[in-house]
């Protein structure tokens, strides 16, 4: 009898226990985001099944649906974008060739300029990458002598235009010189460093890295160490480096089982916040805001015209206000992100904009004055590396160049020009005079009857297409060639600094409504009633599964694709060169 009501006695516990562990398995998965970014691991099994398929010549024109006279008028227009490409860049283009297959990130954003099933067909001439030789404001200029208006913003180090950053160059290396490039000896200007530092992230120590992706990765670190939990948490669509630890989904080939990718802006995420007890940290990117739960915009994903951001600076700044209160009840250290956002948003960077104390910050990009650099700032108590009572536990994290002296010099006077008066009147009206010229284009484009919206957080825009269509990713190349530089991602990015006058703004009003009437005449935004993005997303859907499984073709259509233009499968071969001869 006592052994059969021990027996029962572990079976209920043993139910009982593997009960609360689903159910707090659950709620975990219920505070992740229902689409794939908010499951990493599904992310990447998903990923190692899309096949790779490209539409053949004909249907490269032909995959909307379009009749004849329209496919001729985008044969027209692409033949006519690859002869000026051609005519006005030869040398630039030249350049390119030779090192597109020699450097491995020339290789990759040369692929994925546009969604993949038609980067096959795409000239070469658009695939290939940027290269310039010289800068002025907020103008870039190509090998040919193209001058065009910079729209990439050099992923972001460009906040106050080029000459601003080359006059910090050229000081801060005049400063250092004698010293040279010594390395463990500190010049002494970076006792000057790190108190404007101090003073602008509101925290007490600092560490120098090299990149901003080394300083996240310290970061995280030492929240790890002083907490003695295991698990940060990242939000949905987030970026935060390329390191596995903060990239858990694709592009990371390692699973990471100490990461948990939650819901940006939801009351399961603070709820998970607030019950366990393995969460060292949270990672917040600022830029997040504009996207909440989605990846950064970028026209290789371009594949209907359902991309969708917008800013909500009170709804962001209140959720951002509750993460921090339950961070500080539960001893969880909460991390800025402002590698790509600190300086521009405001002086204090996203903490002054939100309104918001982080625990720890790291910055890069603009910070190195124009040359690279990652810092990491936070509390005495969480900066530190070591255990006093505790001589062999340490968190050892150093660095060769951490603090370079040229680094340090054109820091310095990075961060002294941003204190002077001029600078501190641009940031009072940034955000203002950003929202107002977005409105002016956004005005222009609905009188012009152009199917596109501008959307924006402070001077970083990205395009909204407002019609179905297919070819949105056309459009990066009409604006490239209307004189306005734009980085791989596309469209789904413009990142503009604060050397941009009035007048430079209404000149790229002008040269994007000019690049919008010529994407509209060649065809590109053509109309039908069966041409929705549901219709586009099915008929991709169907071309995939055509691809995965050959016996379907001839047997499986989608909405809009007629059987002659079925796509193909099979790894990249043939390319076209920019006079759409094959090569």
């Not at 560490?207 to 939000?235: C, I, P």
């Not at 955000?431 to 009857?449: I, M």
């Not at 789904?492 to 009035?502: Q, V």
Request: aromatic fraction near 12%; include cysteine.
């Amino acid at each position: 009898m006592t052994s059969a009501i021990t027996i029962y006695a572990l079976a209920t516990t043993i139910s009982l226990y593997l009960i609360y562990r689903i159910l707090v398995r659950l709620q975990l998965s219920r505070a992740k985001h229902p689409s794939l970014r908010g499951h990493s691991n599904w992310s990447r099994r998903v990923a190692r099944l899309v096949p790779f398929f490209s539409y053949d010549e004909a249907g490269f024109f032909a995959s909307d649906g379009a009749p004849a006279q329209v496919i001729q008028q985008r044969r027209k227009a692409l033949r006519d974008l690859q002869t000026r490409a051609e005519q006005e860049s030869p040398e630039t283009l030249a350049h390119c060739r030779k090192i597109e297959n020699s450097i491995s990130d020339v290789r990759f954003t040369s692929r994925y300029r546009v969604p993949f099933p038609y980067s096959q067909q795409l000239p070469e001439c658009f695939r290939s990458g940027s290269m310039a030789d010289e800068t002025r404001g907020s103008q870039i200029k190509d090998l040919d002598g193209n001058w065009r208006y910079d729209l990439s913003g050099s992923y972001g180090v460009n906040v106050f235009g080029y000459d601003f950053y080359k006059q910090c160059m050229a000081e801060g290396i005049e400063q250092t010189r004698e010293l040279g490039p010594v390395l463990g000896a500190y010049h002494p200007l970076i006792t000057e460093n790190v108190e404007m530092i101090r003073q602008i992230s509101g925290l007490d120590e600092v560490s120098f890295h090299m990149s901003g992706t080394e300083a996240v990765m310290q970061a995280v670190r030492l929240a790890r160490y002083h907490t003695g939990k295991t698990h940060l948490v990242r939000f949905c669509g987030a970026y935060h480096g390329w390191w596995d630890g903060v990239q858990p989904g694709i592009g990371n080939t390692r699973k990471a089982r100490d990461v948990y990718t939650l819901a940006d802006m939801s009351e399961q995420t603070l709820y998970i916040l607030r019950t366990r007890n393995d969460i060292a940290c949270v990672l917040i990117n600022p830029l997040q805001a504009f996207h909440p739960n989605s990846d950064a915009p970028s026209d290789t994903s371009l594949v209907a015209s359902d991309r969708s951001n917008g800013f909500d600076k009170q709804g962001y700044s209140d959720w951002l206000a509750q993460v921090r209160e339950v961070c500080s009840q539960r001893g969880i250290v909460l991390i800025f992100d402002e590698v790509f956002t600190g300086f521009r948003l405001a002086y204090r960077g996203a903490q002054e904009f939100y309104g918001i104390q982080a625990d720890l910050v790291t910055y890069g990009k603009t910070l190195g004055g124009g040359l690279p650099i990652g810092v990491v700032a936070g509390t005495h108590s969480l900066m530190r590396r070591f255990k006093e009572d505790q001589p062999v536990n340490v968190s050892f994290a150093r660095g060769t160049f951490n603090s370079h002296p040229y680094v340090m010099g054109a820091m310095n006077v990075f961060l002294k020009r941003i204190q002077k008066v001029d600078i501190q009147l641009q940031y009072q009206d940034s955000e203002s005079l950003w929202n107002g010229r977005v409105t002016r284009l956004n005005q222009r484009l609905d009188t012009e009857a152009l199917p596109l919206r501008i959307t924006n957080i402070h001077s970083i825009l990205s395009v909204l297409y407002t019609r179905p269509s297919r070819y949105n990713w056309m459009f990066q190349f009409y604006l490239r060639q209307a004189g306005l530089e734009l980085s791989w991602t596309g469209t789904g990015r413009l990142i503009m600094s604060y050397s941009f006058t009035d007048e430079d703004f209404d000149e790229v009003i002008e040269r994007f409504v000019s690049a919008a009437h010529q994407m509209q005449a060649g065809g590109w935004w053509w109309q039908s009633p069966t041409l929705t993005n549901k219709a586009i997303k099915r008929q991709f859907l169907v071309d995939m599964l055509v691809a995965r499984f050959p016996f379907l073709a001839g047997r499986l259509f989608g909405p809009l694709v007629t059987r002659q233009h079925a796509p193909q499968s099979g790894p990249l071969s043939e390319q076209r060169d920019c006079s759409g001869k094959a090569g």
